[in-house]
C-alpha cells in the first residue's frame, strides 16, 4: 500500500514563510510526477505547481516567483517551499503524485490527507 504524508503546514503572518514536505511510503515502483493542490474555503481545489521525475517545475502565475517546488527522490519526498507569502495563500494544501507501486505495470494518482497554511497578522 502506498501513503503520501505531509507535514510542515502552519499559521504564518504575512510576508513570512514556511515549507511544506511529502513523504511517499510503501511498496513504491517509480515515482512519475508529483503535485501540490491548495483549496481555499468556499474554492475549487487548483493546482500550485508540478515537478517532473526529472526536475522540471511549473507553477500556476499567482505562485510564480513566490514558491519552489522541488523533489528528493532518495527519500521519496516532494517539498514546497513558500515565501513572500500572502492571506490568499490560506488553504489547506494537498501533494499527490502519479505512482506505479513496485510489481504492478499500472500508475494511478496518490493523494496526501492535506495540511492547513494559514496566513494572517
Known amino acids: 500500500q502506498v501513503q503520501l504524508v505531509e507535514s510542515g503546514g502552519g499559521s504564518v503572518q504575512p510576508g513570512g514563510s514556511l515549507r511544506l514536505s511529502c513523504a511517499a511510503s510503501g511498496s513504491i515502483g517509480t515515482i512519475y510526477d508529483m503535485e501540490w493542490y491548495r483549496q481555499a474555503p468556499g474554492n475549487k481545489r487548483e493546482l500550485v505547481g508540478t515537478?517532473?521525475?526529472?526536475?522540471?517545475?511549473k507553477y500556476t502565475d499567482s505562485v510564480k516567483g513566490r514558491f519552489t517546488i522541488s523533489r528528493d527522490n532518495g527519500k521519496n519526498t516532494v517539498y514546497l517551499q513558500m515565501a513572500s507569502l500572502k492571506p490568499e495563500d490560506t488553504a489547506v494544501y494537498y501533494c499527490?503524485?502519479?505512482?506505479?507501486?513496485?510489481?504492478?505495470?499500472?500508475?494511478?494518482?496518490?493523494w496526501g490527507q492535506g495540511t492547513q497554511v494559514t496566513v494572517s497578522s
Open positions: 499527490t503524485a502519479s505512482i506505479r507501486a513496485a510489481g504492478s505495470f499500472l500508475r494511478r494518482d496518490y
Open positions: 515537478i517532473t521525475n526529472g526536475g522540471g517545475t
